[in-house]
C-alpha cells in the first residue's frame, strides 16, 4: 500500500518562497505520475501541478512562472518549489500519486502566506 508523507509548510509572508516535499514508499515510484493539490479556506481542492512519470510538466494558470514541480527518482521523492508566494496561495496543499486504478493521497501540509 502506498503511503505519501508531505513536509515544508509553513507561515510565510508575501514575496516569500516555500519548498515542499513528499515522500513516498510502497510504490514504484518511477511509474507513477504525481500532482499537486491544494485546498483554501472555503475553496474546492484544485491542481496546482503535475508531472508524469516521464518528466513532463504541468502548472495551473494561477501558478505558472511561481511554482515548479520535479521529482527525484533515486529518493522517491516529489518537489513543489514555491517562489513569490501570495495570500491567495494559502491552502492545505496535498501530494497526489496516480497509476491507472492506483490513487493515493498524503495527509496535506499548510501553507500560510500573510504578513
Known amino acids: 500500500q502506498g503511503q505519501l508523507v508531505e513536509s515544508g509548510g509553513g507561515l510565510v509572508q508575501p514575496g516569500e518562497s516555500l519548498r515542499l516535499s513528499c515522500a513516498t514508499s510502497?510504490?514504484?515510484?518511477?511509474?507513477?505520475?504525481f500532482n499537486w493539490y491544494r485546498q483554501g479556506p472555503g475553496k474546492e481542492r484544485e491542481l496546482v501541478a503535475s508531472?508524469?512519470?516521464?518528466?513532463?510538466?504541468n502548472y495551473a494558470d494561477s501558478v505558472k512562472g511561481r511554482f515548479t514541480i520535479s521529482r527525484d527518482n533515486a529518493e522517491n521523492t516529489v518537489f513543489l518549489e514555491m517562489i513569490s508566494l501570495k495570500p491567495e496561495d494559502t491552502a492545505v496543499y496535498y501530494c497526489?500519486?496516480?497509476?491507472?486504478?492506483?490513487?493515493?493521497w498524503g495527509q496535506g501540509t499548510q501553507v500560510t502566506v500573510s504578513s
Open positions: 497526489n500519486a496516480r497509476l491507472l486504478q492506483n490513487n493515493y
Open positions: 510502497g510504490i514504484q515510484f518511477s511509474v507513477y505520475a
Open positions: 508531472i508524469t512519470s516521464g518528466g513532463r510538466t
